[in-house]
Each structure stands twice: as structure tokens, then as C-alpha cells.
């Protein structure tokens, strides 16, 4: 399996709804990465998860909190989000500590997320 | 602080023809290099990538050249198909395993 898994696909929210997105890798990759992607923008980091452990956060506000469950899974809870916030949003993955990375990360195909 | 600058936000190409994307870099730091291909409403797919100790890696259709003198990193796709037209990120990363950074994409438009 060479596949990092998003869900869902799309996501209409209100301002006012609680709602997760997911991601699921079992590559054995030790690093897990959340992306906020916008149009004709290039993905901008937001969280560095290295074996479980939240590593960087790029001063995301606290209406994104990511979570860890184990080494496979990567959520990212979304609480009172604003329009501004619509985005492409990507998961990857990538070994930790591997000093060959050639090929960098995996990505999932994202979660389109609106904000109304 | 700019680290990395993909200049060109597009490119037009015919069928058959070269493409040529390029990269310019300013941290000395950086010892790998990769390019992506991102189609519309999909995530990024890794494409090619070098070390800092190569200045050539081919595969396929697809060159990747690295030109440390210069902090030039450019991508050569020939013959260019119109399956190729998509969106063309470069990224760079060292080996402390810091995130890697990445340019701003170049769309490519790969006209039949």
C-alpha cells in the first residue's frame, strides 16, 4: 500500500460546526504532515506529527487541532472556521529519519473544504 | 525570506516539444531536490528528485538538472504530451529532516 487515504472528499461547514478531516497512511512512514493548499498557491505547512509526537506548528489558529491516534492516522478537528479558511487541505507522509529521501512525501488527493 | 522562487506562474508548449521549468534557491542548505506534478483537485504526486551530490537525474521523458554554482534547479520534459499539462511545484529539503519547501508551481499548458 503507497497510498496516503484523505476523507472525505468534500466538506461543506458553517462557521459555527465542529467537523474532522482524516488521513490514513501504512507505508510505515514515521512523519505525518497536514498542508493548507489555495488556488494558484503552493501548499503552506501547518503541522509536523514525527512518531506521534506534534513536532511544528506553524502558528496555526487553535480552530485547527490536529490529533495523532497512532502511526497510521492523522486528524485534524476544525471548530468555528471562517470563509478565509476554504481551502484545498493535504495530508503526506514521508519516512523520519531517513537520510534518503528521494521521494519526499506522499500526498493524499485533499479535502476540498467550504466554509459558508 | 524567500528561499525559493519559481518565477514563471505558466508555461505554453507544443505537443512534442521541450518543456523547461526552472527553480532558483538561495539556502545553501538544501541537498535534495524534488519535483511534484499536481493535477486540479488532486494532491501533489512525486515526480523526480536529485541530490546535491548529482547534477543530472533522468527518468523517462523527465530530467531533473541541478546546478549547485548557480542555486538553479530546473526540469526537462521532452517530448512534452498534453497528459503533461498540470501544475509543476519544486521542493527542496536538507537532511535534518526539516519540512520541505516549496515554490510556487509553474502551470504548464501542453498544447496538441
Redesign the interface.
Known amino acids: 500500500d503507497t497510498e496516503?487515504t484523505?476523507t472525505p472528499k468534500h466538506l461543506v461547514m458553517g462557521m459555527t460546526n465542529k467537523k474532522s478531516l482524516k488521513c490514513e497512511q501504512h507505508m510505515g512512514h514515521r512523519?505525518m504532515?497536514w498542508y493548507k493548499q489555495k488556488a494558484?498557491?503552493?501548499?503552506e505547512?501547518m503541522f509536523?506529527y514525527?512518531y506521534e509526537k506534534l513536532s511544528?506548528n506553524e502558528s496555526v489558529p487553535s480552530r485547527f487541532s490536529p490529533e495523532c491516534p497512532n502511526s497510521s492516522l492523522l486528524n485534524l478537528h476544525l471548530h468555528a472556521l471562517q470563509p478565509e479558511d476554504s481551502a484545498?487541505y493535504?495530508c503526506?507522509s514521508s519516512q523520519?529519519?531517513n537520510?534518503d529521501?528521494?521521494?519526499?512525501?506522499?500526498?493524499?488527493?485533499?479535502t476540498?473544504l467550504t466554509v459558508v | 525570506d524567500q528561499q525559493v522562487k519559481q518565477n514563471s506562474p505558466s508555461l505554453s508548449v507544443q505537443e512534442g516539444r521541450i518543456s523547461i521549468l526552472n527553480c532558483d534557491y538561495t539556502n545553501s542548505m538544501f541537498d535534495y531536490f524534488l519535483w511534484y506534478k499536481k493535477y486540479p483537485a488532486e494532491g501533489p504526486t512525486f515526480l523526480i528528485s536529485i541530490s546535491s551530490i548529482k547534477d543530472k537525474n533522468e527518468d523517462g521523458r523527465f530530467t531533473v538538472f541541478l546546478n549547485k554554482s548557480a542555486k538553479h534547479l530546473s526540469l526537462h520534459i521532452v517530448p512534452s504530451q498534453p497528459g503533461d499539462s498540470a501544475v509543476y511545484f519544486c521542493a527542496f529539503g536538507n537532511s535534518g529532516n526539516t519540512p520541505l519547501v516549496f515554490g510556487k508551481g509553474t502551470r504548464l499548458s501542453v498544447i496538441a
Request: charge should be positive.
Open positions: 496516503v484523505q512523519a504532515y494558484k498557491k503552493p501548499p505547512l509536523v514525527s511544528i484545498l493535504l503526506a523520519e529519519g537520510r529521501r528521494a521521494d519526499g512525501y506522499t500526498f493524499g488527493s485533499g476540498r
